[in-house]
């Protein structure tokens, strides 16, 4: 009976996608970005029949989101390794993700574009300080799903500081997210973000990241106080 219910109340949640999708066409709007929740539906090239919307689809939601995390960033002293540590500690499976941050010019803080495909992307603007150990970092992010065009207009009104590629490997264990970071023309990093709650303090942020550390076999001597874009020289 629960199955059935749930199957009702997503069927019904596609339903009103689609129609919203439809009307939305109809009416000529084109949204690029929102202070909502973002829902994407992908139907793997699959067409959506008007007069019968079911289809198999897989679906992801993408947040607007401000916070805070206690960080660190550090070289792998082995790379492999580390990572098998990270995946017997992780909640969940690893998830592979390619990355295309292009950084712009400002004054105050750091800002860029994270572009994961034609279609899906992020404006990230953070603050954090320049130091190795665990530190507090300060992010704002709106997702796009039409990040090329997003990129030209910043482009353009800010000036480009530089790109950083990357694979990227994530981990999750409780609110840590554990990066296994394979940069273009850098190497190999590994980073920890203790993601803040409401009712967690910094001091046990601090305990938990550092537990991490001593798990994954971070030492203080593999901490980096800089942002990747910072450790090429031509983007200093």
Not at 41 to 54: C, D, F, S, V
Request: aromatic residues 10%; positive net charge; contains cysteine.
């Amino acid at each position: 009976m629960r199955k059935h219910f749930i199957k009702i109340i997503i069927s019904l949640l596609f339903i009103f996608i689609c129609q919203s999708s439809i009307y939305a066409v109809k009416n000529s709007s084109n949204f690029t970005s929102s202070n909502l929740p973002i829902i994407i539906i992908n139907t793997n090239g699959l067409a959506i029949p008007y007069n019968n919307p079911r289809i198999v689809a897989d679906m992801d939601i993408k947040y607007n989101e401000q916070g805070e995390n206690i960080e660190i960033k550090a070289r792998a002293s082995d790379f492999n390794r580390q990572k098998k540590i990270a995946e017997t500690l992780s909640d969940i499976p690893a998830e592979q993700i390619w990355q295309e941050d292009m950084f712009f010019k400002i004054s105050k803080g750091r800002l860029k574009l994270r572009i994961f495909d034609c279609r899906s992307g992020e404006l990230i603007y953070y603050m954090r300080t320049d130091s190795s150990g665990p530190k507090v970092s300060k992010y704002e992010i709106s997702v796009t799903n039409e990040p090329e065009s997003l990129k030209n207009i910043l482009k353009s009104s800010l000036g480009v500081r530089g790109v950083i590629k990357k694979q990227r490997t994530l981990y999750k264990i409780g609110f840590t997210r554990i990066h296994f970071d394979q940069v273009e023309d850098l190497g190999n990093f590994i980073e920890l973000e203790f993601v803040m709650q409401d009712n967690t303090s910094k001091n046990e942020a601090l305990q938990t990241v550092r537990n991490l550390m001593e798990k994954l076999e971070i030492q203080d001597k593999h901490l980096i106080n800089k942002a990747y874009i910072d450790m090429i020289p031509d983007y200093k």
